[in-house]
């Protein structure tokens, strides 16, 4: 993996290295090459298996940490692309051209995140929240507790009863 | 005498850029929604096909009937308050989330499990496997039109959740693969209560070789149908039995061994066709290698030992900032957990892999097209899929 990594700082900026486990290394780079970088590990160094992309809320410090792991199934490793974006201004070059699976990805992450990838397809049809209007629910600074507060409860209209009281009530309506 | 003058291929006319032009007021088209509330669905989710008469031109998958939010909620949590909400990302095999999430856990706090209970975790993520393999047939079989199989193997099934029962006080939830180890070895007398289990679902997976995989309307209907291009298996994501179906030996235990599947002896069960049959065929002769792994793995589950590593006082639980990836082989392929930590007693993010992901939404969308509006069911019950995996 080492190897590999160096023959990638020599085309691509990578700025931090990470080598959690033998054959698993977290890489980052930015925002600009980062496609760049993806598809030449996808095209020459065998990467073709796309595992997941996701995203991670660092609210903390402005930014949003986009995930690519890829995964080489000749050599049995997995790489993970770091791509740190600004929160305020959550875009991303859409890679949807690379893996068919990779719509379905950006589509929730716009969804959940309010990541907007611009270009891919049906990125703006809900996925999973659909009628939903509130902000991007899986940031951090969506609180779930106040939403449901606020949106459900209390529940006009509803009315509770004693029940023996009530069943007096209905039994016995002349209180006999 | 019947003649077709129309060339099949022209319908329905296309835009420039290659979109179908569907005009729903033409007469021509139908659009109709099959779920979420329909017997050939597997769980919670819906089509949106637009037929023109009974060939599907367009499909749409709807999920989210499901959404619960697991992922935010374990944001919330602490690291063993997570353990009770993952089990219910996927229903029918709780237990791949628990290892996942167990060993995530482990791995960035630097827990090493103790050899027993890795065993133990092996010997139950088998069972989970084929458990969930049982409840498979009963679906794949009952979209063909054949009710009995599956009452046959949900009887089967039921005898493999006592066994779970005995294990861990659970049925369906088990929860007995804590962050560093798991929380009993086996009962007394255990194993030869689970050879009896073997030994009878064994003889129902004869019966149903021969009742279903020989029968004339099952082979007519599957074979040929819902084709998975090999080459489609990367672009797609395709893993486990849909993968192997297409002759492509993609099986975690296999490629990546975890646990003590390094120390089995096993062969991954490959197909040639792609097709709706190979892979139901696929899956049965998965579920003979379970029985077989099992049979090898209670014989060598140490009978007293170690079985759970020292780990910190769970509530005041804080793990150092990090990050990884854990995969395990599920029924319908590779299922991963990615989990973040940022040094406090709560989990950054944990994002959960499940392979219906990919298999329900983007695959289903492009399989259904030119597909018969009375196949679908059988087509989805052949990738395998669970909504809740989708949702999280």
Redesign the interface.
């Known amino acids: 993996m080492k190897e590999l990594i160096e023959r990638l700082g020599t085309k691509f900026p990578v700025n931090e290295t990470v080598f959690q486990r033998d054959n698993l290394t977290f890489i980052t780079t930015d925002k600009i090459h980062a496609i760049e970088l993806i598809t030449h590990l996808r095209d020459y160094e065998g990467f073709s298996h796309l595992v997941i992309i996701t995203a991670v809320d660092w609210i903390e410090e402005g930014l949003f940490q986009l995930t690519y792991l890829l995964n080489n199934p000749k050599l049995k490793v997995d790489m993970g692309v770091r791509v740190m974006i600004d929160r305020k201004e959550a875009t991303m070059t859409s890679s949807h051209h690379l893996w068919a699976a990779v719509a379905t990805y950006q589509r929730e992450l716009y969804e959940m995140f309010g990541i907007f990838f611009p270009g891919s397809p049906r990125i703006k049809e809900p996925f999973i929240l659909e009628g939903w209007d509130g902000p991007p629910p899986y940031r951090r600074d969506f609180d779930t507790k106040k939403y449901a507060e606020d949106t459900y409860f209390p529940r006009p209209g509803r009315e509770t009863h004693d029940p023996a009281e009530h069943m007096k009530e209905k039994m016995y309506p002349e209180g006999s | 005498m019947l003649k077709f003058e129309n060339d099949r291929s022209k319908y329905p006319e296309k835009n420039a850029d290659g979109t179908n032009i569907i005009d729903l007021e033409s007469g021509k088209f139908l659009k109709i929604w099959q779920g979420p509330i329909h017997p050939g669905m597997t769980g919670n989710m819906s089509l949106e096909l637009i037929i023109q008469g009974d060939e599907i031109m367009e499909c749409k998958t ?3 009937y499901l ?1 619960r ?1 697991f ?3 374990m ?2 949590r602490r690291f063993i308050q997570c353990f009770p909400i993952c089990v219910r990302i996927a229903v029918p095999e709780p237990d791949f989330n628990e290892y996942c999430l167990a060993a995530t856990i482990e ?1 960035l706090a630097g827990i090493e499990v103790p050899d027993a209970a890795e065993w133990m975790r092996t010997l139950l993520l088998e069972m989970a496997r084929l458990q969930s393999y049982l409840a498979w047939i009963g679906g794949q079989a009952g979209a063909f039109g054949m009710g009995i199989i599956g009452q046959w193997t949900i009887w089967a099934r039921d005898l493999v959740l006592d066994r779970f029962e005995e294990i861990s006080g659970g049925r369906i939830y088990h929860m007995h693969m804590p962050p560093g180890g798991v929380r009993s070895l086996l009962p007394y007398g255990f194993e030869g209560r689970m050879k009896d289990t073997l030994d009878k679902v064994s003889q129902i997976m004869v019966d149903v070789e021969r009742v279903m995989f020989n029968n004339s309307v099952f082979k007519k209907r599957s074979v040929g149908l819902g084709y998975i291009d090999p080459l ?1 298996v ?4 395709i893993t486990g039995p849909n993968a192997r179906g297409a002759g492509i030996p ?1 099986d975690v235990r296999k ?2 061994p975890y646990l003590k599947y390094g120390e089995l002896d096993f062969e991954v069960s490959l197909g040639t066709d792609s097709d709706a049959f190979t892979r139901a065929d696929v899956r049965r002769r998965d579920i003979l290698t379970t029985i077989d792994l099992i049979r090898q793995i209670v014989e060598r589950v140490p009978k007293n030992g170690e079985f759970m590593a020292e780990v910190p006082n769970v509530l005041h639980w804080k793990i150092p900032k ?4 854990i ?1 395990s082989e599920c029924t319908r392929g ?1 299922y ?1 957990y ?1 989990t ?1 930590t940022d040094g406090s007693g709560y989990p ?2 944990i ?1 959960v ?1 499940g392979p219906s ?2 298999h329900a ?3 289903m969308e ?1 399989m259904a097209i030119n597909l018969n509006i009375s196949d679908t069911a059988g087509v989805m019950s052949s990738l395998h899929t669970y909504p809740p995996e ?2 999280r």
Do not use: F
């Not at chain 2, 990367?234 to 994501?237: N, R, T, V």
């Not at chain 2, 990090?322 to 990836?325: I, Q, R």
């Open positions: 709807h999920v989210g959404h939010g992922e935010k909620l944001e919330r791995e489609w990367e672009e797609y994501g993609k490629d990546y990090g990050e990884t990836y995969r590779e991963g990615y973040v950054r993010r994002n892999r992901y990919t939404i983007a695959l492009r989708v949702e």
